[in-house]
C-alpha cells in the first residue's frame, strides 16, 4: 500500500509541459527530504527519465515507466534500422509489442523538422503516460514520482533553452567582432 503526503502534494505548485518549471529540482528534492519516508527516497532517487527496467527494482510505478521508456527506445531504434535500410526485426523483437500509439508518435518524430521537435513531441508523449498514471490516486508517493519525472522534463527543457539563448548570444557577439575585422 502507498503512503500518501497530503501536504507535501498540496503545497507543489502545479506543472505544464509548455511551461517553465516553476521550481527547481532540487528545490523539489529538498522538501522530499523533510518530508518523505526513507524507502520513498530511495524509490526518488532512482525515478528519473532515463530509468532502466532492470533499475525499477520492485516499485510498479517505477517498472511500468521503464517499461514504457524501454518499448520507445526500442521503437526508436526500429525506425533508425528502417531509416537505413536495414531489417530491424533480428535485433529488435520486443518492440513488436510496442502499442500502437507509442508506434505512431515515434513515426511522427522522426517526421520532426528539428531533432528538439522530435524530442518534444517523444516527451510529450511521456508526459500523457504520466498523466493517465495520476487517474485514481490522491496524494499518494506515486503522485510524487510523477510530479519528480515532470519536473525533471522541464527542467531538461529549461537547460536546452539556455543553451540556445547562450548560442545566440554567442553568435551575436562572434557577428559582431567579424563586421568590425575587416580583411
Given at each position: 500500500?502507498?503512503?500518501?503526503?497530503?501536504?507535501?502534494?498540496?503545497?507543489?505548485?502545479?506543472?505544464?509541459?509548455?511551461?517553465?518549471?516553476?521550481?527547481?529540482?532540487?528545490?523539489?528534492?529538498?522538501?522530499?527530504?523533510?518530508?518523505?519516508?526513507?524507502?520513498?527516497?530511495?524509490?526518488?532517487?532512482?525515478?528519473?527519465?532515463?530509468?532502466?527496467?532492470?533499475?525499477?527494482?520492485?516499485?510498479?510505478?517505477?517498472?511500468?515507466?521503464?517499461?514504457?521508456?524501454?518499448?520507445?527506445?526500442?521503437?526508436?531504434?526500429?525506425?533508425?534500422y528502417l531509416k537505413m535500410g536495414r531489417d530491424p526485426a533480428a535485433p529488435l523483437k520486443e518492440s513488436a509489442s510496442a502499442?500502437?500509439?507509442?508506434?505512431?508518435?515515434?513515426?511522427?518524430?522522426?517526421?520532426?523538422?528539428?531533432?528538439?521537435?522530435?524530442?518534444?513531441?517523444?516527451?510529450?508523449?511521456?508526459?500523457?503516460?504520466?498523466?493517465?498514471?495520476?487517474?485514481?490516486?490522491?496524494?499518494?508517493?506515486?503522485?510524487?514520482?510523477?510530479?519528480?519525472?515532470?519536473?525533471?522534463?522541464?527542467?531538461?527543457?529549461?537547460?536546452?533553452?539556455?543553451?540556445?539563448?547562450?548560442?545566440?548570444?554567442?553568435?551575436?557577439?562572434?557577428?559582431?567582432?567579424?563586421?568590425?575585422?575587416?580583411?
Open positions: 500500500m502507498s503512503r500518501t503526503y497530503y501536504y507535501l502534494i498540496a503545497s507543489l505548485p502545479l506543472l505544464d509541459f509548455n511551461d517553465p518549471p516553476p521550481i527547481s529540482y532540487d528545490s523539489f528534492l529538498q522538501q522530499c527530504l523533510q518530508q518523505l519516508h526513507k524507502n520513498d527516497l530511495t524509490s526518488l532517487q532512482r525515478a528519473t527519465l532515463t530509468l532502466d527496467e532492470a533499475d525499477a527494482k520492485d516499485n510498479r510505478f517505477l517498472k511500468s515507466w521503464a517499461h514504457v521508456n524501454q518499448q520507445m527506445r526500442w521503437e526508436i531504434a526500429r525506425h533508425r502499442d500502437e500509439a507509442l508506434i505512431m508518435t515515434v513515426k511522427e518524430a522522426f517526421q520532426a523538422d528539428d531533432p528538439l521537435t522530435a524530442e518534444k513531441i517523444l516527451d510529450r508523449f511521456r508526459w500523457n503516460f504520466l498523466e493517465e498514471l495520476t487517474q485514481g490516486k490522491f496524494f499518494t508517493f506515486e503522485l510524487i514520482l510523477i510530479y519528480a519525472l515532470k519536473l525533471q522534463m522541464l527542467e531538461r527543457y529549461q537547460n536546452i533553452a539556455a543553451g540556445i539563448k547562450g548560442k545566440e548570444v554567442f553568435e551575436t557577439y562572434k557577428k559582431a567582432v567579424f563586421e568590425k575585422v575587416t580583411i
